[in-house]
């Protein structure tokens, strides 16, 4: 088998939210996680599509990647244009126009992060929109019925995020809290799907414009969802320890998420937190870890057993200018660029290397075009997803341990000269 | 013959910026204009890529649209990344990805519209970047070695512009001054094709970057191009009478360039200055009507026998969330759209409308995202280049004078009725 042929998956049959692993190489995997809109092939990094798009990409763009699943968030979309409009015009995938698996966050990130006036009670969440100030309240109900009107395959859980440095006690009182919102999320996403949605309230159509719906009743029906937990506890062995039992003795998930990672805490306490989490999770489901990016925390992360990703950095990266690579990012901008007729990276498939040279893309970032922002965040998104899929070939042929070594020894070798 | 389908074009030999008329009807005409990177049917509708890329499109997007032949901007690419850089990249066609024909215009409109401080003298323009305040000095002699530079298949003169209102005797002045300048143009654009490109200053390239170029010597002859004279005379019949006279004078043209148009003045006055010149005009010779670019003025100036078009608002617009529509223009943003499942035009064949609705198009302005303005200057790029091509069809079949009458009935009808 060449370096880049991936072998098809086994003939293993797999139910809806089912998963299937091989080829273990320490905690690392290959895995095929089914979902009502398909297969993920894991390890997996899920591009992230806030407003239900992934910024700058086209759909087609986007499955040109090869990205499988796409993130969208609810908090975004609870806000703009509100999670009852998006179920009126058919759910995400048909607003977002993406075939294939979709994930939603349920938000207690954005109201750590945007949201502006927060204050978090037993009860849920109060915040003013970082759009337009009106306030609003989260409790795990209604986050749920939010997602079940989003309609993702994938939801996750309300949870209380704290800073990545917190002391144990704030940390603990966020994961036990996190952990009563997780049973009251169980609750009302089982009520859902039991009892049906609410019914949508009357829509004033345009004259000419097609009606949303052949069937009401049918439209109340909860699509076939599967709820995610968020393993918390900050950067603290024993709550994320205490975190993942908790959940385990909530449920029987099909997945599970690490939460609270990537937002401030050193990298080494990042990793360690993971290797923390790996012998208490289920070896038989995957794993999600939430929020993070760069190449080298995902090559990392899959060593200590994680399956899924997800980021904002290829996008957010890239309308900055700054690109990707195996010998660490590249920022165009630079004056060294402005002859360098090279593409990003030599040998990349992607449709701006394959087409674009540094020089042109550097002009188009001093002249402030529009098509540079896009170019650079299709390499960049290619480029992880790329990353995983290379991930997945070297599992499958039993050299993970020493890809990962010598891509990690290059990525961080210029960083080191410097 | 259906109403889509095009006959091909006659079996004539065109030679080198040869133009061929056929299927004539009052003024209009269709035609063939032969340039070194093929042939541009005409009527037609030029894109415009200020700086060397049409606003939110990639190339491929552009190729899809239809477009044929694509302008840049002299004075932009001047100023950045310099017309030396253009050049010692391999030239406009290499450096903005576009195979087809290209066009550039002078500077002389961006001069007046966007630099500060200018002073028109006899011998040229002192003017201040836009950009950096940076003096700078255009003469013809400067602008032909720029545009000679850059290596579009068709470079315009330097000419003087003033206000589309201004009064006899100031439009008079720079009419004339534009007619001295055209020939000054003249003299040097022969003088380069005859003695060769001065050479280019040696470049730095970053350790491992290709060379730029295999024979300096060859490097330094003059590509293939012609050069465009431009009609000044503001909305004076007999000074635009004039200025044809003393264009048609100066030399033996490939094409003529009618300026100083759509810059203030009223649309009545914009038609009847058209219609002053298309008899003076030769009709063997295809006519360029700058920065034009509205459904409605294209439709009414192949009337008034115009060939090829420009204009930057089809992608200016879609930036603000206005598309064309057969029945005017259409506001994205407007709440009316917010449940409205139809595409922004019915039957266009666009990317934009045969993949996203209209609830989708308005969600991704209200969440400010870059894919809703890509997505509706694609889709006004679209409609005006598919418009050209649909007068093409009319006039092959004979038709053009009913069917613009048709076509303008409708597209006013709603304007009218508000």
Chains 1, 2 share one sequence.
């Not at 995997?29 to 809109?37: C, D, I, S, V, Y």
Request: glycine letters at 10%; charged letters at 25%.
């Amino acid at each position: 088998m060449s370096a880049d042929s991936l072998p098809t998956p086994p003939d293993v049959a797999l139910g809806q939210f089912g998963f299937h692993t091989s080829d273990e190489q320490g905690a690392a995997r290959r895995g095929w996680f089914n979902t009502p809109h398909g297969v993920v092939e894991t390890p997996a990094f899920m591009p992230v599509g806030t407003n239900a798009t992934v910024k700058g990409l086209s759909v087609h763009e986007l499955e040109e990647t090869g990205a499988q699943m796409v993130l969208s968030n609810a908090y975004h979309l609870y806000l703009r244009p509100g999670d009852k409009a998006v179920r009126a015009l058919g759910g995400l995938h048909a607003f977002a126009r993406w075939k294939g698996p979709m994930l939603t966050d349920s938000g207690g990130f954005q109201v750590f992060s945007l949201a502006q006036m927060r204050k978090v009670r037993e009860e849920g969440i109060e915040f003013q929109s970082h759009l337009d100030g009106s306030k609003h309240n989260y409790t795990p109900e209604a986050v749920m019925r939010i997602e079940r009107n989003i309609g993702a395959d994938v939801i996750m859980q309300l949870d209380e995020l704290i800073e990545g440095k917190s002391e144990f006690g704030p940390s603990r009182e966020a994961m036990e809290r996190s952990l009563r919102w997780l049973e009251r999320c169980r609750i009302e996403f089982d009520r859902l799907e039991r009892d049906g949605r609410e019914a949508l309230a009357p829509i004033d159509l345009p004259p000419g414009a097609p009606a949303l719906h052949d069937d009401l009743e049918t439209e109340r029906v909860a699509p076939p969802q599967a709820l995610f937990p968020i393993v918390q506890g900050g950067i603290h062995p024993e709550l994320r320890r205490a975190s993942v039992r908790g959940i385990l003795q909530t449920g029987d998930w099909h997945g599970v998420a690490i939460g609270g990672l990537s937002v401030g805490e050193a990298k080494p306490d990042m990793y360690a937190t993971i290797a923390v989490c790996d012998p208490e999770l289920p070896r038989d489901k995957p794993r999600y870890l939430m929020g993070v990016g760069f190449p080298d925390d995902l090559v990392e992360s899959v060593r200590r057993g994680v399956d899924l990703f997800d980021c904002v950095v290829p996008t957010r990266m890239g309308r900055h200018g700054t690109a990707f690579t195996p010998d660490g990012t590249v920022q165009i901008r630079r004056a060294e660029h402005r002859f360098d007729k090279r593409p990003l990276v030599e040998g990349c498939d992607c449709h701006t290397c394959t087409h674009y040279d540094r020089a042109y893309l550097r002009h188009l970032f001093a002249a402030e075009e529009m098509l540079g922002l896009r170019l650079l965040s299709l390499h960049n998104v290619h480029y992880l997803v790329g990353l995983m899929r290379q991930a997945r070939v070297e599992l499958a042929a039993g050299r993970y341990e020493s890809w990962a070594t010598a891509y990690l020894e290059r990525y961080r070798a210029r960083a080191g000269r410097k």
